[in-house]
């Protein structure tokens, strides 16, 4: 029976099948927009993770002020010492690495070629806290970070830029000047590409903290302390540890506030996270209600299916078919075209989130949770919607259907 009834619903769809197709567009509209808004929003999610990611692992960056943001600057703050970072490093437990880190922008010169970048002076722990790599080249030598040797590492955009386009030439070896003095180029950092605030991560040359502050800013003035934890450290008593010891080191008294802030990347990234999965889910929100718009449609024309086959109905009733059968069979109607709208709009849902996702420079993250969701959520509609049509059709009296022109 149910066979046969599934038969009927699907003959009866494909008679009309210029109206099946304009009933099930809304649901198709509704599908693909929520499982592409979705997936664009976890896509946009992870890249803000990433990016995050790549300033550092469980990272800390301590700066002279009060607080972040506009009118948070140092300003008349103290600037931090390299024997912070000593201390920082052999006094608080957890700690897997600690930079100290001074950075200036500056015009640098080689093979007549010039580039403003930023230059920035720090030790071989930089590297660490930042999670960069090296492409080719080594670190430097413990003489060069105590003398403040003349030696860098670069960047990938400075390389490409000073150096070629292609990957092979490495500029290794090769001096590159910085306002009066030339460095020896002994290492090449890897791509990172842009950080979370768009700014190019490459586009940067490493030298000895001391050469920085002798050879080119000409102050001992320390701007960053870049502190990496080790996993599975507290960072809350790790930020307190590290509060109380530098509240000690810079003699602030109980009642004095904090000069400088600490900003946990990993807080950061969570609370990005956070507002990208409450935009997402929004968009999704706003998106669902065209499926809602999708089932009222097929309400309509299957009520409009009802009036035109109500001759149809009397007769079935008629020869002896029963209510609960007539029921089942425009139920049936009701959600074929439902879910097959909700099957066609994921295809059309998973096309577009890919293009969207390359055009954007975002990841393409596939969910099959929302991708089965909406597809239940479509076939729920046709049950939901088209309810009430079947159960007129099923309590038509036989006698007056059969009057019916």
């Not at 099946?20 to 803000?48: C, E, P, Y």
């Not at 070629?164 to 002994?186: H, M, N, P």
């Not at 209510?323 to 959600?335: K, M, S, T």
Request: proline share 2%; charged share 15%.
């Amino acid at each position: 029976m149910l066979w046969s009834t599934l038969l009927l619903a699907l003959r009866s769809i494909q008679r009309n099948l210029m109206r099946s197709f304009l009933t099930v567009l809304g649901i198709v509209i509704g599908v693909s927009a929520v499982i592409t808004m979705v997936t664009l929003g976890h896509g946009a999610t992870l890249s803000v993770q990433t990016q995050i990611s790549s300033l550092g692992s469980n990272l800390l960056m301590v700066r002279p002020g009060q607080r972040q943001g506009p009118g948070g600057s140092g300003g008349g703050a103290p600037a931090f010492k390299e024997t912070d970072a000593e201390a920082i490093a052999s006094q608080i437990g957890g700690i897997a690495a600690v930079a100290p880190e001074a950075r200036t922008g500056v015009t640098v010169v080689a093979n007549g070629r010039n580039w403003t970048s930023t230059v920035t002076g720090s030790t071989n722990a930089w590297l660490a806290t930042g999670n960069w790599k090296l492409a080719s080249g080594r670190e430097f030598a413990p003489a060069e970070l105590q003398a403040g040797g003349a030696v860098c590492i670069v960047g990938e955009t400075v390389r490409r830029e000073l150096f070629g386009g292609k990957a092979g030439e490495t500029g290794l070896g090769d001096l590159l000047r910085i306002k009066q003095f030339s460095c020896e180029v002994v290492g090449v950092l890897a791509s990172k590409g842009q950080a979370a605030m768009g700014n190019d991560q490459d586009d940067v040359v490493l030298v000895p903290l001391r050469t920085l502050q002798r050879r080119v800013t000409g102050s001992q003035r320390i701007n960053t302390l870049l502190v990496s934890m080790e996993d599975g450290s507290d960072s809350t008593r790790l930020k307190t540890g590290l509060t109380q010891l530098l509240r000690e080191r810079r003699k602030l008294a109980d009642s004095d506030d904090d000069n400088f802030n600490i900003l946990d990347t990993q807080q950061l990234a969570e609370a990005l996270s956070g507002t990208t999965q409450i935009m997402t889910a929004l968009l999704g929100a706003v998106a669902a209600v065209s499926l809602l718009v999708g089932g009222i449609g097929i309400m309509n024309i299957m009520l409009v299916s009802v009036t035109e086959r109500t001759r149809e109905i009397g007769l079935r009733l008629a020869i002896g078919a029963l209510e609960r059968e007539v029921l089942l069979q425009f139920l049936i109607e009701a959600v074929a075209l439902a879910a097959f709208g909700g099957v066609v709009g994921i295809v059309i849902a998973t096309a577009a989130s890919y293009g969207l996702s390359l055009a954007m420079g975002l990841p393409y993250v596939f969910d099959p949770t929302i991708n089965v969701l909406s597809f239940l959520f479509s076939a729920g509609i046709g049950v939901v919607f088209g309810y009430f049509p079947a159960r007129r059709a099923a309590r038509l009296d036989p006698i007056e259907a059969l009057r019916h022109e």
